[in-house]
C-alpha cells in the first residue's frame, strides 16, 4: 500500500549498523564480547519483523573492513561468535525461507569460517521470502573499488569501451546490484553516520538514526522505523507537488 506521495508504505530493502553493543555491555560491567553475544537476539528480531512486514531484503553491517583494527580479543571472540552463530541459526533461517548471503572481503577470513559462509550461502540459495545480507570485512570504498576493478578488466578484455562505463553499468558490478534498492538506512547507538557502510546503495535511500542500542533494538524499534519511513516523501530531485501529480 502506498502512502500519499506514491511509495509503499514498507521498505523493500532494508539496511542496519548495529551499533551499540559495546556500551550496553559496559553498562552492566561486561566484557565487549558478552555485548556482541546479545547482539544476536537483536538480529534474530529484526528477521522476524522483516519476515512479518513483507520486507523483500535485510543488510545487517556485522563487521567493517575498519574493525580488523580492534584488539585481537575482541576480533578473535567476533569471529568464534559468527561460527557459533552460522551452526546455530543457519537451519532455522533456512526453515522460514530465508536466503543468506555474505558481502565483503571474504578472503580476509580463515579458511574455515569461509567455507562455513559458503556452506551456509549454498543451503539457503533456494530461498525467496526474505534476503538477508551479512556485511563482513565491508566497506564502502572498498565496494566501489571493486566494481570499478571489474569495469577497468571488461575494458582491458575489449567488451567495454571507457565511454559505455555510466552509473547503471558500473553499478550491476556493486554488492546486492540484484536486489532492490536499499529504502531505509537505519543506525543504532546515537551516532549520526554513515561509517562507509553502502556508500554507492544509500544514495536515495531514507536516513533513520535511534540512540536505542544493539541489544535493546526489537520488534516494536523496527516498526516504529518503517513508520518514520511511510511518512517521508521521497522525491528523488522532483519538487512536491510533482510528486503528489504523480502519486
Avoid at 128 to 137: F, K
Wanted: hydrophobic fraction near 40%.
Amino acid at each position: 500500500m502506498p502512502n500519499r506521495s506514491g511509495h509503499p508504505t514498507v521498505p523493500r530493502h532494508i539496511a542496519i549498523v548495529m551499533d551499540g553493543n559495546g556500551r550496553w555491555a559496559k553498562a552492566r560491567h561486561r566484557p565487549r564480547s558478552f555485548g556482541h553475544n546479545a547482539g544476536r537476539k537483536a538480529v534474530r528480531e529484526v528477521v522476524e519483523a522483516c519476515l512479518r512486514e513483507g520486507v523483500q531484503a535485510l543488510t545487517l553491517f556485522a563487521f567493517s573492513s575498519e574493525n580488523w583494527q580492534r584488539p585481537q580479543d575482541e576480533v578473535g571472540a567476533l569471529m568464534g561468535l559468527f561460527v557459533r552463530a552460522l551452526d546455530k541459526e543457519v537451519d532455522e533461517l533456512h526453515g522460514h525461507g530465508v536466503r543468506l548471503r555474505f558481502i565483503g572481503d571474504l578472503g580476509a577470513f580463515d579458511e574455515p569460517l569461509r567455507q562455513s559462509m559458503q556452506a551456509a550461502m549454498a543451503h539457503t540459495a533456494g530461498n525467496d521470502r526474505l534476503q538477508v545480507n551479512i556485511a563482513v570485512s565491508y566497506g564502502g570504498r572498498w565496494d566501489i573499488v571493486q566494481a570499478s576493478r571489474r569495469a577497468a578488466a571488461a575494458v582491458a578484455r575489449g567488451e567495454l569501451r571507457v565511454d559505455e562505463i555510466d552509473e547503471t553499468r558500473l553499478g550491476q558490478w556493486m554488492s546486492l546490484a540484484d536486489l532492490p534498492p536499499l529504502d531505509l538506512f537505519i543506525r543504532t547507538g546515537g551516532e549520526c553516520r554513515i561509517s562507509n557502510f553502502l556508500l554507492w546503495q544509500v544514495a536515495y535511500a531514507e536516513l533513520y538514526f535511534t540512540d536505542t542500542l544493539w541489544p535493546d533494538f526489537d520488534q516494536a524499534c523496527l516498526r516504529q522505523a518503517i513508520e518514520d519511513y511511510a511518512r517521508r516523501e521521497r522525491r528523488y530531485g522532483r519538487t512536491g507537488e510533482q510528486v503528489a501529480t504523480t502519486s
